[in-house]
């Protein structure tokens, strides 16, 4: 009985020895054909383009510092050329150790924390190898100097291992309510992409800059990006960046894709954890959920602990940040449909992972569909950006004017017997001049011009200006 035994495992080892050759032998002529390189505030990431699946191995060396990355079963396609400006590395160099094994020496100025995996293919790339660069966190660079204008205020880079943000301190209970703006997708995720090369991670991203410029202009608010430049946050990471931040509401900015060039508006989602509302919820939610896949945080940066733990909270206190997040989400809606049209006249339900913050009301809109090219266009022009960026900072005011967190400044203002005048939509009459509207709203004129961003003076019958808030004291 042992000697078949023995005999047995003898047989499943040689046949496991001939199955590893036969796998290696498969992949030894994949080639290396470009690396790309992607810089974040806390880590670089560099993705190699391979013709196949190759095995590798990552390790670092000292004085001076290194990175070695070997990829087995694999030769140089062309020649590794990136740019490493503002990245630990100084310089990427290769050599074929053995026929069939690439060696890749990367020069560092400072030591790094290596994380690597490989990527299959997917409808945009082949098979990849990423390698995760991250910045040591004591000698990680201090953050930019702030500068003088608030609407730009870069964020404050997060890296895994920093505590959480500490927020400077405001005056009791008059502090700002911070609003995480969330630019969705990012480096080797672009999105979806219009027939004119316009891509998603662009033009949201340029959509959340300009949102966070004017909810800062907002009195008693204060926004935040979860990215500030082109690179890939897993989703997950987003909203862990929402709370380090101390978010009182996250909203995630996206544009679609649909498989019919026809579709075309804009939606506000916010979170089901019952399933979608509509077919084209869970489509949606289904693509947006893929980015993680595409852009490798797959099961790399979370681990199981972190999983459980966020389950229970999700269930612990989902209810009641959810009816926030559809009043929100309804007034954001609202506002978006005076500037384009609209995809559904209601808040739609579906379960985007970058909208389960159990304790933050959290909205994903899509500004419209990238894959339609007149609203790709509109997507990619300044005005129309401005336009999406006010419809969800004045929904986003409307919200907390009504809802204000305890402890803020707009909670002050209300318990304090001032009351505040929402902004309203006015809608211009022939022989009135901006001088004319502004004594007639109580608003200075350089306010009204900055809430339209408006350039000149000049006015037509019939357009629409938003009329900023107002205090007033209240009337006994
Ligand atoms: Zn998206």
Redesign the pocket.
């Known amino acids: 009985m042992m000697g078949l035994g023995m005999r047995f495992r003898a047989l499943v080892a040689a046949v496991g020895v001939l199955f590893l050759a036969v796998t290696v032998d498969a992949v030894a002529d994949s080639k290396v054909n470009s690396v790309r390189l992607w810089r974040a505030p806390d880590n670089t990431r560099l993705v190699f383009d391979l013709t196949g699946p190759v095995q590798h191995s990552v390790f670092t060396l000292t004085a001076p510092d290194r990175l070695v990355i070997d990829i087995n079963g694999a030769t140089l396609g062309a020649p590794l050329n990136v740019n490493t400006s503002n990245t630990p590395i100084t310089a990427m160099r290769s050599a074929q150790r053995t026929p069939t094994d690439l060696r890749v020496v990367i020069d560092l100025k400072k030591a790094v924390t290596p994380k690597s995996f490989s990527l299959a293919p997917n409808a945009q790339y082949g098979n990849r190898l990423v390698v995760d660069l991250f910045d040591n966190a004591a000698d990680a660079a201090p953050p930019p100097a702030p500068t003088p204008s608030v609407a730009t205020v870069p964020a404050v880079p997060v890296t895994p291992t920093e505590p959480a943000i500490k927020l400077p301190p405001a005056p009791a209970g008059k502090r700002d309510i911070v609003v995480v703006i969330d630019a969705?997708?990012g480096g080797e995720d672009p999105?979806?992409s219009g027939s004119r090369g316009q891509r998603?991670k662009d033009v949201?991203l340029q959509i959340a800059r300009e949102t966070q410029r004017q909810v800062n202009g907002m009195k008693g608010f204060r926004a935040e990006l979860t990215r500030t430049g082109d690179y890939f946050i897993p989703l997950r990471g987003r909203t862990e960046i929402a709370r380090k931040k101390g978010a009182d509401l996250f909203v995630s900015i996206?544009?679609?894709a649909a498989p019919s060039a026809a579709a075309f508006g804009a939606s506000v989602f916010a979170l089901s954890d019952r399933g979608a509302t509509s077919e084209t919820a869970r489509w949606l939610a289904d693509?947006?959920n893929r980015?993680d896949l595409i852009g490798g945080a797959g099961n790399v940066s979370l681990d199981d602990k972190d999983r459980m733990l966020a389950g229970v909270l999700l269930d612990l206190s989902m209810t009641a940040s959810l009816t926030s997040s559809l009043n929100v989400g309804q007034k954001v809606l609202s506002n978006i449909g005076r500037v384009t049209p609209l995809h559904k006249q209601r808040v739609e339900q579906a379960g985007f992972m970058v909208l389960k913050s159990p304790d933050i009301p959290s909205i994903l809109v899509?500004t419209g569909f990238i894959s339609n090219a007149n609203e790709a266009s509109k997507l990619a022009a300044s005005n129309h950006q401005q336009a999406l960026a006010r419809s969800i900072s004045s929904g986003v005011r409307q919200f907390f004017q009504q809802n204000p967190p305890p402890g803020t400044y707009i909670a002050w203002l209300r318990d304090s017997g001032k009351i505040v005048q929402g902004p309203r939509d006015h809608r211009v009459n022939p022989g009135e001049t901006l001088a004319m509207i502004a004594v007639r709203y109580q608003v200075s004129p350089a306010t009204l011009r900055s809430a339209n961003s408006l350039s000149s003076d000049e006015l037509k019958i019939g357009q629409h200006l938003t009329i900023p808030s107002t205090e007033l004291a209240a009337k006994e």
Do not use: I, K, L, Y
Request: aromatic letters at 0%.
């Open positions: 969705g997708h999105g979806a998603e949201v996206h544009a679609d693509s947006e980015s899509e």
